[in-house]
């Protein structure tokens, strides 16, 4: 099946500083992109999708000015997370479509956030 | 009520029972319909991945789509211990976010 990869997997970094993920669709043109947050036992939250070559939509919520995206290719999607505190500590997760039709969705290997 | 409702579990079964998971929804627009499973500290893997009503079968994998009664179902026959994990029900209607349900922990015991 279709790849997406996600790096890194594992990130600590210092209250105040910033974080960047990337997600890559290793063998198909992605589209559009998503980034999801998940807490422990709880269900993914979508946090906002990006179009390549286009801004991200945020969902309501979401603090775009603390969470940039760029989606600056087809396979490239990186999301940021800025002037990190501890409440930010998540499991992060992108997903790509190879469509502009949002289904057939597959995700990355996610990402996990400590800020200490 | 939710858009998706599952039962969040848990559930545990013995190695080779068949194991059923259920979603329901509510909106009648939803036309695409998929399967993750997703282990402890990982992304979601697509398992199944079903448009409108009918059913899919792949390997011990069968999913099924009532759209009448606004039901989905993922059957997993001859269930094993590497089935244990969390099944994410997830669904839209095309040209909209996914929208899933909050998942079902399942426990295979050999």
């Known amino acids: 099946g279709a790849v997406v990869s996600q790096h890194p997997s594992w990130v600590i970094c210092k209250s105040g500083t910033s974080v960047k993920i990337e997600c890559r669709s290793l063998?198909?043109?992605?589209?559009?992109m998503f980034w999801y947050r998940q807490f422990p036992k709880q269900s993914l939250m979508l946090m906002a999708t990006s179009n390549e070559g286009s801004k991200a939509t945020y969902e309501q919520g979401v603090e775009k000015d603390k969470f940039l995206i760029n989606h600056a290719s087809l396979t490239l999607s990186t999301l940021t997370v800025t002037s990190a505190h501890p409440e930010d500590s998540s499991f992060y997760i992108c997903?790509?479509?190879?469509?502009?039709?949002?289904?057939?969705?597959?995700f990355g290997e996610g990402s996990w956030l400590t800020v200490v | 009520q939710k858009e998706v409702e599952q039962d969040p579990g848990p559930l545990s079964v013995p190695e080779g029972a068949i194991v059923s998971l259920n979603c329901t929804y509510s909106?009648?627009?939803?036309?695409?319909f998929m399967w993750y499973r997703q282990y402890s500290r990982k992304g979601p893997e697509l398992l199944m991945y079903t448009y409108s009503s009918g059913n899919k079968e792949d390997g011990r994998f069968t999913a099924q789509v009532d759209k009448s009664s606004k039901y989905i179902s993922l059957f997993i026959r001859d269930s094993q211990p590497s089935d244990s994990a969390t099944y994410l029900c997830?669904?839209?209607?095309?040209?909209?976010?996914?929208?899933f349900g909050k998942g079902t922990r399942l426990s295979v015991i050999a």
């Open positions: 063998d198909f043109q992605a589209t559009t």
């Open positions: 909106n009648s627009a939803f036309q695409y």
């Open positions: 997903s790509a479509s190879p469509g502009i039709y949002r289904n057939t969705i597959y």
């Open positions: 997830a669904m839209n209607s095309g040209n909209t976010p996914l929208v």
